[in-house]
Every structure is written in C-alpha cells, then in structure tokens.
C-alpha cells in the first residue's frame, strides 16, 4: 500500500530582536501608517550580528523534533528551504544535520525563495510516499534582512527573520471515507501537494547579485504592484488546483496557513475563495514577510495555541521570486 507523510511535530524559532514600524521611520522615510495600512505589517524579527541562517534552522528543527518526540537519529533526510544560506556552498542543512548529531540519510537545501516550503513539502512527501525515506525533518528559515538593501524603504519594510520546522513520517494511508460536507475524507497527512513556476516573470522580484553573474550577494529588487497582482491571481488558482485535485471544496478548508507577504493580499485570496477571515492564520503583523519560514512559523503558531487540531483540513499556500507558487493541502 502507498505510503502517506503524516506530520508528526512542528517547532519554530524567531530570534529576539524585534524591530518595530516606528524603529524603521526614525532611520528612512517611511512611517507606521503607511507600512501598517499597505502591509499590515507592525514589526519584525531581526536576527542578531553573528546569528545565522543554519542557527535559526536548527533551533526550529530541534524544537519541531522535541514536539514529535523522537530522536534526531531516527531522521534519514534534512530538507532546508532557503533563499539566505550560510555560504554559498555547503548546503546549510548540512550544517544543521551535523548539528543535530545526524549522521544517517541526506541533508540538502532547496530554493525557491517564499514557495521554498511548500516545494519543501512536496519534495519530502515524495520520497516518503515511495518509501526511499521514513522520517524527514522539512525546515523553512531565513536571515532575509542580509539581502535587503536598507535604504529602499519599498521593500526593507517588508521583511523580517525566523525559521519554522516540521517532522513528516511515513504512515499507512487510510481507506477513504465519505464523511465531511463534500463527502470525501482521504485520511490524515499530507494528500497532495502542487507547484508551478514561471521564469518568465523573473524580473518582478529578484536579487541583483550572486556568485555566477556578480561575484557579491546582492540585494532583493521587487516590482511590488505587478508582484502583488500575481499574487492574487496565482493563489487563488493553486487553491482551486488543490481543492479540485481532493474533491473538495472551499468550505471544506477548516484553516487557511498561508505565506504571510501581505496582509491586503491575504484578505484578497480570502474573497476570491469565499473563504471567512477567522480561518486565516495571519502572523505577517508580528513577523512580517520571513520568505520560506513564514508557513511553518505560522502553522506552529496555529498548531500549539490549539486553533488547528486533529482531523482539520488545512491548506498551506505561498508564491515568491521566480516566480514560484504551490499549495499543499493536510488532513490533520
Ligand atoms: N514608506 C512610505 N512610502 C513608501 C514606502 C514606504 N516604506 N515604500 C514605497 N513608498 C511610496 C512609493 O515611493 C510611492 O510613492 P510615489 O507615489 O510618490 O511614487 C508610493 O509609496 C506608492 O508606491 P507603490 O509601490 O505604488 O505602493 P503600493 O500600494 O503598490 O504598495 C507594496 C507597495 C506594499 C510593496 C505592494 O505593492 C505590495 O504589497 N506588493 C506585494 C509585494 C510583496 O508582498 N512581496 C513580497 C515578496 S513576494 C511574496 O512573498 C508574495
């Protein structure tokens, strides 16, 4: 029988360092009410001089690992999202292997900036389902605020630090069951996972440097408007996809967990899907856009205040720099 991913732990990490709206506009021309009424964004995580990238990671990961309860020894695979590693090269989810004392399996990083998790997700739950691994540890985290150029005030407002994690272990699928209110229920763990990318949209959102075309690490360049456009548009269709794929529909979703860009762009998906806004788990006001950490910072968030509890269908969404954009949808 095929086997299904189930997620067995989630942890999440933000460093201490909270940068506040106000903080920002005594250094650049920006003001909290401009930030806060086009973003919904209130503050910030910055990670500390020194704090890397693979240090939020593992802190995440060490955290998810605890909540699932199992050893690092039993992981066979570490599956990093990032789009700010360590180096250029090693991969930083070596690094975090190594620190989590795991010697077993492999450990790469994946890129593709704020859809990374979700591409995450969908990597992992593929080589679970055909049984090449067993227990995965899928990190998201970012030190974002190094590629920011801190005097474009249209886009350092935008971002912040952090790292999310979740275990996934293979499990047996269950038989299907005509329950819920569109009459299907697939069992629990991740049912599908869906993605897209369009190079052709490169030029909306992208970093101006790297170690084959400048030499130097450069810095985030976004058309926001065109950016923002697609968001919308690219969402709302991934959710149709995953939806349509499980014969479900949109009222079936008990929790939205999205990448948090935008608030306006979170309420916009909302409308366009029907979807009622206490189903959104909304953290981009408190963390600000955290690129591939924000859906696993957001789902430990959601996970452990008790909003999200078992046999809830949750739909996890993202669209970032590529442009990439994908769904994955999990039955608690
Ligand atoms: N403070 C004050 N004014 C600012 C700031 C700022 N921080 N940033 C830009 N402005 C000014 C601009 O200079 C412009 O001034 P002008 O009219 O005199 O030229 C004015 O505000 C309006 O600028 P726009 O860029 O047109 O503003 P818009 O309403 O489009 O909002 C924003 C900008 C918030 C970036 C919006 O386009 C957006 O949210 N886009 C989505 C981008 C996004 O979320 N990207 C994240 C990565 S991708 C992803 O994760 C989905």
Redesign the pocket.
């Known amino acids: 029988m095929m086997k299904r991913s189930k997620i067995i732990g989630c942890g999440s990490y933000l460093p201490e360092r909270v940068v506040t709206n106000a903080e920002l506009s005594a250094k650049l021309?920006?003001?909290d009410e401009?930030?806060t009424t086009?973003?919904g964004i209130r503050q910030r995580h910055l990670a500390a001089d020194g704090e890397l990238t693979s240090d939020l990671a593992l802190k995440a990961a060490e955290r998810a690992l605890e909540n699932a309860n199992i050893p690092a020894s039993e992981v066979d695979m570490v599956v990093l999202a990032t789009t700010t590693p360590d180096n250029t090269f090693p991969a930083t989810a070596t690094k975090v292997q190594d620190k989590l004392g795991m010697v077993n399996g492999a450990a790469f990083d994946i890129q593709a900036v704020?859809s990374g998790f979700i591409y995450g997700m969908a990597i992992a739950d593929n080589f679970i389902k055909t049984s090449q691994c067993k227990t995965v540890v899928l990190i998201g985290a970012e030190t974002f605020s190094r590629i920011l150029d801190w005097e474009d005030?249209?886009t350092c407002?935008?971002f912040g630090d952090g790292a999310g994690a979740v275990v996934l272990r293979a499990g047996e699928a269950e038989p299907e069951v005509n329950v819920g209110e569109s009459g299907h229920n697939r069992g629990t763990g991740i049912l599908s996972t869906h993605l897209h990318s369009d190079g052709s949209t490169n030029e909306l959102?992208y970093v101006d440097g790297g170690p084959s075309s400048t030499q130097t690490v450069g810095h985030v360049r976004?058309n926001?408007?065109e950016?923002?456009r697609h968001?919308v548009t690219n969402l709302a269709s991934i959710v149709g996809e995953a939806l349509e794929a499980n014969g479900l529909a949109s009222e079936d979703i008990d929790w939205l967990v999205p990448?948090q860009?935008?608030k306006?762009?979170l309420d916009s998906t909302a409308k366009k899907l029907g979807l009622a806004k206490e189903k959104i788990v909304i953290t981009v006001d408190r963390h600000a856009?955290t690129s591939a950490a924000s859906i696993p910072l957001a789902l430990d968030e959601a996970v452990r205040d008790g909003r999200i509890k078992k046999g809830d269908l949750v739909l996890m969404e993202a669209?970032?720099?590529g442009l990439t954009w994908g769904a994955g949808l999990v039955r608690w």
Do not use: E, K, P, Q
């Open positions: 021309d920006t003001t401009w930030i086009r973003t704020c005030r249209s407002v935008l959102l976004m926001g408007r950016v923002f968001a990448h860009a935008n306006r762009i856009n669209m970032g720099g």
